[in-house]
């Protein structure tokens, strides 16, 4: 009575702890605890009262196994006894020190009875109870899982070491462990104290067995490196010393370690010590000892040794060769023959094969080796063939020693007959089969495929012919064998011919192989049993049979159809011999030929006289299952093979009596059909189908698992295949052939009607394994039932399919669930699978939850998760709601797993669970919303008690259950916490729950509301436009007047005030959706006009019901409009498609709506939006194309021209995807709209040629021949100039590519523009000013690609170039004094208008240029009115193009929503502080923090509204940067002077080191922030004497007017004046020279300098080195003479080297490198002029040598000097050494180090190598270009970089041409004529003829030529290397450069030229010594003129 009232006690305190707080959990748990712990002492602490309860024979269950039933049911029904998750925080500390002991305790009392040896019985609940209190854990307190988990494997080490003590010496009991410790001092009064002792060594081995169960069960959640490799260790060392029962435990816990995280790393040494000696024990069988753990022993190795490439990686050699050795040694010994469990000797024969198969050959030891183990192996296996009564594991060992051989004498026939690498032989090589498999195709081109040819593995392997030998004694020994060996015998035959059949296919077929005979045969063809040899085994085999005169005859029948299925196996590949076939057709008929001898079919057959006697001798010892065997066999047989007699045998077997002959009759039908033909077909109808009524459910199995092979051999698609297997299969080799489609095109679909009779196999009362065999076949039927038909028997079929998801049996259910994903695939559209699916899916869900069926329900959501991941459109919604409405299950098993389904139906679909939320949002949303409500409303109506407080306290519970299902929810799509999932869902959650217009809707309101800390009334007010949209577009009339009701009393705000509080955004959100709703979204629109604020821009009726109106009133927002859709098109939100999709459509209904005279406004903010669509042209190109096609419609013809090429380039990513619909677009611009786009079509040059586009192309041909006519390669090149200045990025690109190719086509025209006359043509002036503007560009790419045009010109001659009319940066124009200039204002808005239109494919930044533009437009008033202002006259300034683009800024409505920037944390100065790393980045913000310092009103509200634009392009703000400083200069103080002082001179000082860091940008910030700094010191320049100038005027009018009132005015700007200058005088003039000389910009550093000598007085003479040093890099040697004369002192070392470099004498130069290298031989910079000399010298080889031996004393310098001899090498053409120093040091990247890298390249002919490196080479001279481009004198400034280009050019022709050569194309060089040029030398002449008369200019190119020319071959070529040498001569001594002359003739000499003479005279001639030319011009004249 008392324990049924402390039981009864149990149930309260349960609930009372379910309904408890957090805070009160601690005292309520305690109750509960206590009746439990008083259970436990009671019952289970005295292990001797369970030991005899469990011992009393009654019919009751012990007290014990109830207790412990109970215990495990509270563990999983009342969890918070042991743990709640809400008190894990730091403030719950005790509470959870109190689960911790609690649990400890009852631990510590179940492991007492889990060490009692005499409760056995209960030792499996006991860990089952333990496993399950663990796993708790794991879920709600994983801190506390973690300290159990390291106490039980503390539990185990400690049983582990004692069963070590205890083999070494005598161990004394018992024996205390001290575990799971509960500490006296802390516990309450019911934790009784009690220890763990072990008692016996049984009672440690039971204990340590229970701990061994807990750890495996726990493992997953406690899997880290230390843990695990302390359980390993503790495992191996249990399976080395445990008994049999602990060998078994510890196996599979280092299976489970295996099989979760992979064979531990660093443990190999224990488990092969523990593993080797389990596999020594076997030679000292036990059998009842190892059948204990032999299961386990399988699955062990099989986890280890995987049976994968690369698996022996993860093991050392030593261990794997101690494994093999320990193998050989079982084998030998012969314990492997005396081992009869089959699990140890099939895993012993596994071992063996990964070793072979899968450890390269020589990995664990020798070749040799291994090849004598193996050998040794396999022959003590032969010779046990034919000894015993049943030897097939003896199979597995041979089979993967010959498959090894076989592969090998594969391999070197193919080295043998292929012209390719040799391959190495060997006993069993590393390539794997399949790798030789790839490789015989090839094979087969060099082997005549009619006979293929033959290797006889006899003479190939030794183990085959000892084999082949056992067989002919064998053979030998039938004829007269005694009948007691005659099984043996009979044996041996089986087991070599099934090796014989295992290894032909095995080698020779790879993967699933294809049993029918190919029409070509292979290639090769290993032939391991001839065709005579099969036929004398079958005819050894009946004569033995028809002769013997045993009594046992069944094993022999048994062992000859082995031989028969090995035989037949054989040839399944090739037509055998006729008589085989017979031979082995009448012995198959035996058990059936003495009933049925007198038919017909018999009499057919022609089988041997003596048959029927035969068979009335063996018939009787046929079993049913051997009868089965021989029909299925019979069906193998070729079709003319007794074709009647088979058919009939078939029709006897399906009526048989026995079940395993139907079986196997049914199994072997579609073989049978297959092989006999159509005609064979009636068979089904006749015989097959009466079997559907057969009782036995396995032939009803068997029938239901055929229906996918008959399908194939009806729609005439069938072929036999081979089911995979490398190892040797148990059993009949025959069973693996099968029949599956030929995949030979489009299967044959064929009516459902043939399977209407099956669909009875699929009733829910037959037997599931029967279904389960039909479903396997789904895919079969899948691929030839058209499932789209809408027949009846297609219906049925469907249906009957769909019916089994609910299915009576579990496992049916699941593999239909695995299946659908067929039936999905197979099916497209909508249709009636689909209203299927759906409608069944929905039925079963209600009968599960009515019968409460938890597997059926779990079942059901696996096949929603299938569908869901299977199917596209509406069925991917459905599921997820399906999985989303079981997640909120009470059912914590259906949760768990339709929360596991959601997940992996995002991993499906490749999303991340938030992404794949978004897309899905809508639809979750709506379902979140009905749930919640609807649950709230029955909870409510449901609540017993109707009174006030009673609905308040169920709409509080209601509040925390909606709640607990957000978070749910939230959790599952992965977001962090339910604050975070509520702000994303907000927008859609509120317009479904307004749309109820409820008092629960305002209930879960305040509820979201509270959670999110927030106003109800403020998120109601903050998302009513996403509410209103969704109420306009979804609600009827009366639903809407109702909603907007109850907004109105949620707000307490009328509904005029709530429309007008975001109005602009109530327009975007509605016309989001105008593509959908379109009548909904125009009634909506009309309300918004309806209340539309009196000052709004459309002055219209307020009652719009046509779209003209509609129009009218929405043109004043459609800026606003656009800039929203761009938003919406940006969103990088991934699963948002169907979100752009909405857009791309509502943007089409938009402008059909705005129609042309609005849309034409906003063209090119339109053009930009549909820009920002093309993203998405893969996702919906039709889309993509039709909102194109709906633009260009609605655009007025006029405007078609000057948008032409804008449109077309957009288009041309659309032409591979969708080329009927973009040519419907092309068609209509360029065809039916001739006559408007005529004087645009010269901008398409760039369509490419597209079968779709062919009227297009004619109009451009008709096009270009009328023009051609007229137009010379000048009017070409106009062209390609307003092409590449086009603002259209990606034409400006298209120009530049279609320019570059011109001038290479045209080139001798070129070159006749440039050199006929002594100036250049205009247009080529032109084109490089042009171009040289372009190195400006914003875009990479068409930067690169004005470099790469520029060196297609030509480095033409400065000198000869006409620059004076076309200044690069307007240097020439009128000075801008400031922002009250109209000049200014003027400027800014035209490059504004530059930059609009520049990123027609940038949003963000048009958006950008955009709001600049409207608000400069506000803020200058500029405007067309109707009196004369200066906003007027600015407006009507710009010309007509501009004033359209300006015109909609005018009334657009742009905010600007930056943040207030806190300028007070920058990193000053900004150049090269993280944020000033890129020069766009710091110009960027440079500017922006200077702006914030400007305190002119106006200036600062210009300045700030370009702020947006500033940050994306940096045109703009170079533009403003020198007004900006201006005006920070005129209101700063002295402190933020200072502060630009420090930029600037952070800018211009020396390098910095944080600038090598930058690499690739270093170069392009230092130049181009250098030139920012000299623009803006300039304008303050200019600025400086325009204000005196203007004081000047001042004070002259002054004089005159006498007017005082000016004199304030003159004061402030006096002072304005002043603070400039001060400024300018801060900037230290020696400062700026230095910075100009580095910046290459000479002239600018004379003038620098000139002011610095002047203005501070300084005497010249201490700078005279600076400035000697500046005329030498001006190649000025007058000047450098100059400085030399005006110094007094001597001259330093360093001074007389720039005086002798200027002039040409290097020699000189090198001696005083060398004089101050031995002063200071620490100086790299000494080493470099050394280096450089003796390279001008050209003394080439000396380089590399001096450099060797520098860097031999001097490593750290390889950077430095390694750029030296990588010049050397490649223009001595040495390309070895070339490559050694290139791989030496990979961070230089000097201009020599470049060249040699593209003609390394070059030399390699690789091809993407060298156009990378190409690119690369011509990015780094774009660079100073794109600088030096910014002020006047670009050109001459630029020259070096130019000249670079010009190389570049040719190198890359030249590389082509190379390419053409090695491919034999037109036969280059080698096939020129001698005096003939190559074609990589067209034109060379002529190009360098244009460039500048300099040494410095041409000899750079003229070594490049001679490497080109070197790269080349052919005595061509050698001449023209001497012709160049020749030329670098003159070139020499023309600039005075004698020495470099010497050594280019000295190198001339070897190519005999006969103007050699003449040059070498004239050399000697300019050196003064005139008769030594006179006497080598009179030689040479007698050697060339004899």
Request: contains cysteine.
């Amino acid at each position: 009575m008392e324990q049924g009232l402390e039981m009864s006690a149990m149930i309260p305190a349960l609930q009372e702890l379910a309904s408890a707080s957090s805070e009160e959990y601690d005292h309520t748990v305690q109750k509960p605890r206590q009746i439990l712990c008083q259970f436990i002492d009671r019952i289970l602490t005295d292990v001797d009262v369970v030991a005899l309860d469990l011992c009393k024979k009654t019919s009751a269950e012990p007290a014990c196994v109830m207790l412990l039933d109970f215990v495990q049911h509270i563990i999983k029904s009342s969890s918070l006894m042991f743990i709640n998750p809400a008190c894990q925080s730091e403030q719950y500390k005790d509470v959870e020190n109190s689960c911790r002991d609690f649990s400890k305790w009852i631990l510590v009392r179940l492991l007492r009875i889990a060490a009692a040896p005499e409760c056995a019985s209960l030792h499996g609940k006991i860990s089952s109870v333990i496993c399950s209190l663990l796993q708790l854990f794991r879920a709600k307190g994983p801190v506390v899982f973690a300290v159990f988990g390291r106490e039980f494997i503390g539990t185990v080490q400690d049983l582990v070491r004692l069963q070590t003590q205890s083999a070494v010496s005598p161990q004394k009991w018992p024996v205390l462990v001290e575990r799971f410790g509960v500490s006296p001092a802390d516990a309450v009064v019911y934790l009784t104290p009690t220890t763990l002792q072990i008692t016996s060594g049984a009672s440690a081995q039971a204990l340590l067995a229970a701990a061994l169960t807990v750890l495996a069960d726990m493992l997953q959640g406690m899997f880290f490196p230390r843990e695990v490799g302390q359980i390993w260790d503790a495992s191996c060392s249990v399976l080395c010393g445990g008994g049999p029962g602990l060998k078994a435990l510890s196996m599979v816990l280092l299976t489970r370690i295996v099989t979760l995280g992979g064979f531990p790393e660093g443990h190999s040494q224990v488990f092969f010590a523990a593993y080797l000696s389990l596999l020594d024990s076997f030679s000292s069988y036990k059998e009842s000892e190892v059948r204990t753990y032999s299961a386990e022993f399988q699955q062990l190795t099989r986890c280890v040794f995987v049976s994968e490439r690369g698996a022996h990686a993860r093991f050392e050699r030593v261990h794997l060769s101690m494994l093999m050795e320990s193998l050989h040694r079982l084998v030998l010994s012969g314990a492997v023959e005396q081992i009869k469990l089959e699990e140890i000797r099939t895993t012993l024969c596994e071992i063996f094969c990964f070793i072979l198969e899968f450890v390269p050959l020589g990995y664990e030891s020798a070749a040799l080796i291994r090849r004598e183990r193996v050998t040794a192996v396999c022959k003590a296996m032969v010779n046990a063939i034919g000894i015993q009564r049943d030897q097939r594991y003896v199979e597995g060992y041979l089979c993967a020693a010959l498959r090894a051989e076989g592969l090998a004498a594969l391999q070197d026939l193919q080295s043998s007959v292929c012209d390719s690498v040799e391959t190495p032989r060997g006993y069993a090589e590393e390539i794997p089969a399949k790798r030789m498999h790839l490789s015989l195709p090839a094979l087969s081109g060099k082997v005549a495929t009619t006979q293929p040819v033959e290797v006889e593995m006899r003479s190939r392997s030794e183990v085959w012919a000892a084999a082949l030998a056992l067989l002919e004694k064998l053979l030998k020994k039938l004829k007269d064998c005694p009948a007691q060996q005659c099984v043996n015998l009979m044996e041996g035959l089986a087991v070599i011919l099934h090796l014989a059949a295992v290894c032909s296919n095995a080698v020779q077929v790879p993967g699933e192989k294809t049993a029918d005979p190919s029409p070509v045969a292979h290639a090769a063809r290993l032939v391991w049993l001839k065709t005579e040899v099969l036929a004398q085994v079958v005819e050894s085999c009946r004569s033995f049979m028809a002769n013997t005169s045993r009594d046992d005859l069944e094993p022999l029948v048994d062992r000859t159809v082995r031989i028969l299925d090995a035989v037949l196996y054989l040839t399944i590949h090739s037509e055998p011999d006729s008589s085989l076939c017979r031979s082995v057709c009448a012995l198959l008929s035996v058990p059936w030929v003495s009933e049925h001898s007198s038919l017909s079919a018999y009499q057919l057959a022609s089988f041997p006289v003596g048959l029927t006697g035969l068979s009335q001798k063996l018939a009787p010892a046929y079993s049913p299952q051997t009868r089965a065997r021989c029909a299925f066999l019979l069906a193998l047989l070729p079709r003319q093979a007794c074709p009647e007699w088979r058919s009939a045998v078939f029709r006897w077997t399906l009526q048989s009596q026995s079940e395993s002959e139907r079986c196997s009759a049914v199994r072997g039908f579609p073989i049978l059909l297959h092989r006999l033909g159509v005609k064979s077909y009636s068979l089904i109808h006749d015989v097959l189908l009466t079997r559907l009524q057969d009782t036995c459910s396995r032939v009803k199995a068997e029938l239901a698992g055929i229906t996918g092979a008959l399908l194939c051999c009806l729609s005439e698609s069938s072929q036999l295949r081979l089911s995979e297997g490398n190892k040797a299969p148990s059993g009949f080799l025959c069973e693996r052939v099968s029949v599956s489609d030929a995949h030979s095109g489009r299967p044959t679909t064929i009516g459902a009607s043939i399977l209407t009779p099956f669909l009875q196999l699929l009733r829910p009362s037959e037997d599931q394994k029967v279904k389960q065999a039909f479903i396997e076949n789904i895919s079969h039927l899948c691929k030839h039932v058209d499932l789209g038909s809408s027949d009846p028997d297609t219906k049925a079929l469907l249906t009957a399919l769909v019916n089994l998801i609910e299915d009576p049996h579990q496992d049916v259910r699941m593999l239909f669930s695995q299946n659908i994903r067929n039936l999905l695939q197979s099916w497209s559209g909508d249709g009636f699978l689909k209203e299927l699916l759906v409608s069944r899916l929905k039925e079963a869900y209600t009968n599960a939850k009515t019968a409460r069926n938890t597997e059926l329900k779990t079942s059901l959501i696996l096949t929603t998760g299938e569908i869901g991941r299977a199917a596209e459109g509406n069925l991917v919604s459905f599921a997820l709601l399906r999985l989303l409405h079981c997640l909120l299950s009470k059912s914590t098993q259906v949760s768990v797993v339709a929360h596991t389904e959601i997940q992996a139906l995002a991993t499906s679909r490749e999303l991340k669970l938030q992404s794949f939320f978004n897309q899905y949002r809508n639809p979750v949303c709506q379902f979140l919303v009905e749930s919640l409500h609807s649950r709230h409303v029955s909870a409510l109506r449901c609540t017993p008690d109707q009174s006030s407080e009673a609905l308040q306290e169920e709409a509080a519970h209601q509040r925390e259950v909606a709640l607990d299902i957000l978070s749910h929810v939230a959790h599952v799509f992965d977001f962090p916490d339910l604050n975070r999932f509520l702000n994303r869902t907000l927008q859609v959650l509120l317009p479904y729950l307004a749309a109820k217009a409820s008092p629960t809707a305002s209930a879960l309101i305040r509820t979201i509301a509270k959670q999110l800390n927030v106003n109800r009334r403020e998120i109601l007010i903050n998302n009513f436009k996403y509410i209103f949209s969704h109420l306009v577009c979804s609600c009827t009339k009366e639903e809407l007047e109702r909603a907007f009701h109850y907004l109105k009393s949620e707000t307490e705000i009328e509904l005029g005030s709530l429309l007008r509080q975001d109005f602009q955004g109530l327009h975007n959100e509605l016309l989001l959706r105008l593509g959908e709703h379109y009548q909904q979204v125009f009634n909506g629109l009309a309300i918004l006009a309806s209340f539309a604020s009196s000052d709004d821009p459309y002055q219209g009726p307020r009652d719009i019901s046509t779209p003209e109106h509609m129009a009218d009133y929405l043109q004043p927002k459609l800026l606003g409009i656009l800039a929203f859709f761009n938003m919406q098109l940006l969103s990088s939100s991934a699963g948002e498609k169907e979100k752009k999709k909405m857009a791309l459509n509502s943007l089409m209904a938009l402008m059909k709506l705005m129609g042309s005279k609005h849309i034409s406004s906003v063209r090119v903010k339109m053009m930009t939006t549909l820009r920002t669509g093309l993203r998405y042209k893969e996702d919906f190109p039709q889309l993509c194309c039709q909102t194109w096609d709906c633009f260009v419609r609605c655009l007025d013809p006029p405007y078609l021209g000057p948008l032409l090429s804008h449109v077309i380039v957009a288009l041309l990513p659309l032409i591979p995807i969708q080329p009927k619909e973009t040519a419907v677009i092309m068609h209509y611009l360029i065809v039916e709209n001739r006559e408007e786009v005529e004087d645009f079509l010269h901008e398409i040059y760039f369509l490419p040629d597209h079968p779709e586009l062919k009227n297009v192309h004619k109009v451009l041909q008709d096009y270009r021949k009328q023009t051609s006519k007229s137009t010379d390669l000048q009017a070409a090149l106009q062209l390609s100039m307003r092409a590449i200045q086009h603002e259209n990025v990606d034409v400006r690109v298209h120009a530049l590519t279609s320019l570059k190719e011109m001038m290479y086509k045209n080139q001798d025209a070129l070159l006749k523009h440039i050199l006929d006359s002594e100036t250049v043509e205009p247009v080529i002036s032109q084109l490089v000013t042009v171009l040289l503007r372009g190195c400006q560009d914003v875009n990479p790419e068409a930067r690169l690609l004005c470099g790469e045009c520029l060196g297609e010109l030509g480095a033409v001659d400065p000198g000869r170039l006409d620059m004076t009319t076309t200044h690069t940066q307007g240097s020439g124009a009128v000075f801008v004094s400031g922002i009250d200039d109209p000049n200014f204002a003027f400027g800014l808005l035209t490059e504004l208008t530059r930059t609009f239109l520049a990123y027609a494919d940038n949003v963000r930044a048009q958006d950008a240029a955009a709001y600049a533009m409207q608000e400069l437009l506000s803020i200058f008033e500029c405007h067309e009115g109707r009196t004369d202002s200066p906003g007027r006259r600015l407006w009507r300034r710009f010309p007509e193009q501009i004033q359209e683009i300006l015109e909609p800024h005018l009334n657009s409505r742009y905010k600007s929503s930056q943040k207030v920037v806190n300028w007070s944390k920058l990193t000053k100065p900004i150049y090269l502080s993280s944020r000033g790393s890129k020069f766009s980045d710091w110009s960027a913000t440079w500017a922006g923090y200077l702006i914030s310092k400007v305190r002119h009103e106006l200036a600062s509200k210009v300045f700030n509204c370009c702020s947006f634009i500033i940050k994306h392009d940096y045109k703009v703000t170079i533009y403003l940067l020198p007004h900006i400083l201006v005006y920070v200069l005129l209101g700063s103080t002295l402190d933020e002077q200072r502060e630009v002082t420090e930029e600037m001179m952070a800018v211009l000082q020396e390098d910095d080191p944080r600038l090598a860091q930058l690499q690739e940008n270093a170069s392009s910030l230092s130049q181009l922030s250098t030139q920012t700094v000299f623009s803006m010191l300039d304008h303050l320049t200019q600025w400086g004497r325009h204000k005196l100038q203007t004081l000047s005027t001042a004070k002259t009018s002054g004089r005159h007017t006498r007017d005082q009132t000016q004199t304030p005015a003159s004061g402030v700007e006096s002072s304005e004046y002043q603070c400039v200058v001060s400024f300018l005088n801060r900037i230290p003039q020696d400062v700026l020279a230095k910075a100009s000389f580095r910046s290459k910009a000479y002239t600018r550093a004379v003038m620098h300098f000139e002011s610095f000598i002047r203005e501070k007085k300084q005497n010249i003479q201490d700078h005279l080195t600076f400035l000697q040093a500046l005329y030498a890099a001006m190649h000025e040697p007058d000047g450098v003479r100059g400085v030399n004369a005006l110094r007094k002192e001597e001259p330093s070392l360093r001074e007389q080297i720039l005086q002798h470099e200027s002039i040409g004498l290097l020699r000189e130069s090198t001696a005083c490198y060398d004089r101050a290298i031995q002063l200071e031989s620490d100086q790299i910079v000494h080493y470099h002029g050394v280096m450089s000399s003796m390279l001008g010298l050209g003394q080439l080889s000396t380089v590399m040598t001096q450099v060797n031996g520098v860097l031999a004393n001097r490593p750290q310098w390889k950077s430095d000097l390694n750029t030296y001899r990588v010049e050397a090498a490649w223009k001595l053409s040495k390309w070895d050494l070339l490559e050694d120093y290139l791989a030496s040091d990979h961070k230089s990247n000097t201009w020599g180090v470049r060249l040699g890298q593209l003609l390394l390249t070059a030399k390699k002919q690789a091809s993407e190598a060298f156009q990378e490196k190409l690119k690369l080479a011509r990015k780094e001279q774009v660079v100073p270009l794109s600088a030096a481009s910014f002020e006047c004198g670009t050109y001459q400034r630029g020259y070096e970089y130019i000249v670079r280009l010009h190389m570049l050019s040719e190198l890359e022709h030249a590389f082509t041409q190379l390419q053409k050569e090695s491919g034999g194309a037109g036969g280059g060089t080698r096939s020129a004529a001698r005096g003939s040029k190559p074609e990589l030398m067209l034109n060379w002449d002529a190009r360098l003829l244009m460039t500048q008369n300099s040494f410095r200019a041409k000899e750079p190119i003229l070594a490049l030529r001679r490497a080109l020319l070197n790269l080349s071959k052919g005595s061509v070529c050698e001449e023209q290397v001497g012709e160049c040498w020749l030329q670098s001569a003159r070139v020499a001594r023309r600039a005075g450069h004698h020495q470099t002359a010497f050594n280019a003739l000295l190198n001339a000499q070897n190519s005999h030229i006969s103007e050699l003479f003449v040059e070498k005279a004239k050399w000697l001639w300019s050196k003064g010594d005139v008769h030594q030319a006179l006497i080598v011009l009179q030689k040479g004249g007698e050697a060339v003129l004899p």
